[in-house]
């Protein structure tokens, strides 16, 4: 029998590998999928606030996300099983990021690339704000960056648990398991080695293991630049409507966008926040110091109506914080030749799985990327410590 490709990590990212991998037909060896907790309560796809944009400042995202929300829009279609579709709920409001005058050149300079790129973008003024969306308050602002199409949320949870359905209904394997060591022979890894006690032997191993990323890493003796940090969500219900309200970022960094009837926010972890080194043992209790000292402020100064919110529930989630530059490591090490990585999506992860698993999937397939060249991601730049730098951060 064939070695399997082994994916350590069954979350969006780990699942969208297997589905491509199962889905093509030159795949000649069985996938198994090893997953330490099938439930997904500290999942960062299930606890994520699952949206999608193109305005990135990296060419390289924005085509990430114009083949991710293609993906989503054919959901039903592509993840059928057995007639059934799934339901992800997906909507396309759009993302308004806010600048001041500081901030101004690097909006400018965004959407040029944007533009150039595909994305259906438009800059407003500050009038043309008040025009479009009168319950914002535009004090301080010089401009903002509006997606017209291709931008929005959906139910992550939904997402991951149709990308794990239909890989398991094309014969992947999923186990419950955790990966305790990895056996490397060279420039290879010949076998993974579960904490149930069982071995495998490998054809190739993908990292998909999103804040648990590192600690795989380490197995193979790869230092990998990814950390654990706690990022809170907040919801909260406002007795007036925001008519046409899209994902919003106010320049403070805090963001909110409409959920049902409610709303949720929040703000990326601060800085200096330490890293989880255990997302087993770590915290996830929302910080809600953060909500009363950040987050609601800023929204209250930008949105009046936001002044008499009623706090609801928060959860927190982890963000696989990527140290270099807070962008996707993904692809093969140069010393470990069939060890490819796909980690460190720094909060973008749920949104770009489905062409990060694409890519992985023709990688080991095919030996090479074939649909969308993702060797800027590559681990090459972690080596070489040659950062790509995402601008557009939230």
Known sequence: MTDPIVIVGGGAVGSAVAYFLMADPARDAPVV??????????ASSALSASSIRQQFSVPINIALSRFGIAF???????????????????????????????GLPVLEA?????????????????????????WLATDGLSAASLGLRGEGWFDGYAVLQ??????????????????????RVGDRIDAVSLDDGSRLACRAVVNAAGPWAARVAALAGIALPVQARRRSVFSFACHDKLPACPLVIDPSGVWFRPEGALFIGGVAPPADQDPDEDPDAGSLEPDHRLFDDIVWPALAARVPAFETIKPLRAWAGYYEHNTLDQNGIVGR?????????????????IQQAPAVGRAVAELILHGRYRSLDLTPLG????????????LNIV
């Open 379 to 390: 681990f090459e730049r972690v080596l070489e410590g040659a950062p790509l730098r995402e």
């Open 333 to 349: 090490h140069p010393a470990v030749t069939n060890f490819i990585f796909a980690n460190g999506f720094s909060g973008h992860g």
């Open 162 to 183: 149709a990308l794990k359905r239909k890989a398991r209904a094309l014969g992947a394997e999923y186990r419950k398991a955790a990966a305790v060591s990895l056996a």
């Open 72 to 102: 989503l829009r054919d959901i039903g279609v592509r993840l059928a099983v057995d007639g059934e579709q799934p339901e992800i709920g997906l909507v396309e409001p759009g993302y308004l990021f806010l600048a001041s005058q500081a």
């Open 33 to 42: 999928v090893v997953e330490r907790d099938p439930t997904y309560a500290r």
């Open 110 to 134: 965004n959407h040029r690339v944007q533009r150039a790129h595909g994305a259906d973008v438009a800059l407003l003024d500050p009038d043309a704000l008040r025009r479009r969306f009168p």
